[in-house]
């Protein structure tokens, strides 16, 4: 009785809902439908291998001469790439054991959880929600040296570069080598993508609410639409859509596109996604489309 009355009040009364997620899209287009909605899944990325390991083999040999004094891990798939990686050229145990000599810290529990796989507990792990700006906080607060003057970090990336946790550890005197492990594309077949895009894009509202759940798909939604000359009526169609954003990380991105997200949930997951949207959904769609 009392989950049909939560679920009453949490409920997309039929909203049309386009979940842009790739790896949990399944997943997410069932949370949409438990809560009411109806899902449209259009995955905007998938994982690619760098095509060289180059720059994870140095970071292992510098790892192992003791060239870092701290490694800073970003994702929990960067993390168990990385440790691939690693592992193609130094037992996992000499890994570990270079890991233990210098200062872990971990941005939030998914790179936590793939450390904790390996047997390694970080010595710092960044608060929520997880962004650069919680990261420079708890890296200030490092003793031995102000503001990490001098010290020799190495940096996990996942994806895209973070300009701003960069830009931020160069301005505190951090020697900084960026060990990027993958990269984002495309998925393969691009016509659910082309396909939300044309629907956003439309005249006629054909999508109601839209989720991003993390920075690269905006990203990718936009380079299609560039790609079919839609840019514009995409931007203006978001506009006239009720914009769900995963996170302060996914909201700076989005921001940098003009675009201010309606909801974000009160933690960074995808539930409490979808059920707050549920619940405030309705009555944003209507103030924005007047009524």
């Known amino acids: 009785m009392?989950?049909?009355s939560a679920m009453t009040k949490a409920n997309f009364e039929g909203l049309r809902v386009l979940a842009l997620e790739s790896r949990r899209s399944e997943e997410l287009a069932r949370l949409i439908t438990t809560y009411g909605g109806r899902p449209i899944v259009a995955?905007?990325?998938?994982?690619?291998?760098?095509?060289?390991?180059?720059?994870?083999l140095e970071f292992a040999a510098g790892l192992q001469n003791g060239e870092f004094e701290m490694v800073i891990f970003l994702t929990g798939v960067g993390t168990r790439a990385l440790a691939a990686v690693v592992e193609t050229v130094y037992p996992r145990e000499k890994f570990l054991a270079a890991l233990a000599r210098v200062k872990v810290v971990a941005r939030g529990p998914k790179p936590v959880a793939a450390l904790k796989e390996l047997g390694v507990t970080p010595n710092?792990?960044?608060p929520e929600p997880n962004t650069w700006r919680e990261m420079l906080q708890e890296l200030d607060r490092e003793p031995g040296r102000p503001a990490l003057n001098g010290m020799r970090i190495a940096l996990q990336e996942y994806g895209m570069p973070n300009p701003e946790l960069i830009g931020?550890?160069?301005?505190?005197?951090?020697?900084i080598t960026r060990v990027p492990v993958y990269k984002w594309a495309l998925p393969e077949n691009t016509a659910p993508l082309e396909n939300a895009v044309k629907a956003l894009a439309a005249e006629e509202n054909e999508i109601d609410v839209v989720f991003f759940t993390t920075s690269v798909q905006s990203v990718h939604l936009f380079q299609m639409a560039e790609e079919m000359a839609l840019a514009g009526p995409l931007r203006r169609g978001l506009e006239r859509c009720?914009?769900?954003?995963?996170?302060?990380?996914?909201?700076?991105e989005l921001h940098r596109r003009g675009?201010?997200?309606?909801i974000e949930p009160s933690h960074p997951r995808m539930g409490?996604?979808?059920?707050?949207?549920?619940e405030?959904?309705?009555?944003?769609l209507s103030a924005k489309r007047g009524g």
């Not at 675009?259 to 309606?262: E, K």
């Open 43 to 56: 995955p905007a990325m998938r994982e690619v291998p760098l095509e060289s390991n180059h720059e994870a």
């Open 280 to 284: 405030q959904s309705a009555a944003l």
């Open 242 to 252: 009720v914009i769900g954003s995963i996170g302060p990380t996914t909201t700076e």
């Open 168 to 175: 931020g550890l160069d301005l505190r005197g951090a020697r």
């Open 272 to 278: 409490y996604l979808v059920k707050e949207a549920a």
């Open 2 to 4: 009392t989950s049909g």
């Open 124 to 126: 710092t792990v960044v």
């Open 259 to 262: 675009l201010r997200p309606d």
